[in-house]
C-alpha cells in the first residue's frame, strides 16, 4: 500500500506561482510513474501531469504545458509540480497519484492510489 499526501496549495494571484509536494509512505515509489490530476468546481477529474519512474520522461496536458513542470525526487520519495503564470482556471483541487508500473499514462483508471488533494486558488 502506499499513502499519498499532498501540500504546497493556497490562494495566489493570476501570474503567480505555486510548488505541490506529494509526500508518499508505506513503500518507495521509485518503480511507480506518478501523476497530478485536478478537479474544479462543478467538473469532472482531469489529467494535468505525469513522471516515469525515474523521471526520464513526462507528459503534460496542452493547458499547462508551458507553464506547468513535474519533477520527482526518489530519494525523498517525493513528486512536485511546479506552477508557475497561473490562471483562474487553474483553480481546483489537485490530486496526487501513483501507479504500479513505471509508464506515464493520463488515464485516471491506471491509477491505484492517490493522496486526498490540496485546494489551489487563483484569483484575477
Known amino acids: 500500500q502506499v499513502q499519498l499526501v499532498e501540500s504546497g496549495g493556497g490562494s495566489v494571484q493570476a501570474g503567480g506561482s505555486l510548488r505541490l509536494s506529494c509526500a508518499a509512505s508505506?513503500?518507495?515509489?521509485?518503480?511507480?510513474?506518478m501523476a497530478w490530476f485536478r478537479q474544479a468546481p462543478g467538473k469532472e477529474r482531469e489529467f494535468v501531469a505525469a513522471?516515469?519512474?525515474?523521471?526520464?520522461?513526462?507528459d503534460y496536458a496542452d493547458s499547462v504545458k508551458g507553464r506547468f513542470t513535474i519533477s520527482r525526487d526518489n530519494a525523498k520519495n517525493t513528486v512536485y509540480l511546479q506552477m508557475n503564470s497561473l490562471k483562474p482556471e487553474d483553480t481546483a483541487v489537485y490530486y496526487c497519484?501513483?501507479?504500479?508500473?513505471?509508464?506515464?499514462?493520463?488515464?485516471?483508471?491506471?491509477?491505484?492510489?492517490w493522496g486526498r488533494g490540496t485546494q489551489v486558488t487563483v484569483s484575477s
Open positions: 513522471i516515469s519512474s525515474r523521471g526520464v520522461f513526462t
Open positions: 497519484a501513483a501507479r504500479s508500473y513505471g509508464v506515464t499514462t493520463m488515464r485516471e483508471e491506471q491509477y491505484r492510489y
Open positions: 508505506g513503500r518507495a515509489i521509485s518503480s511507480d510513474a
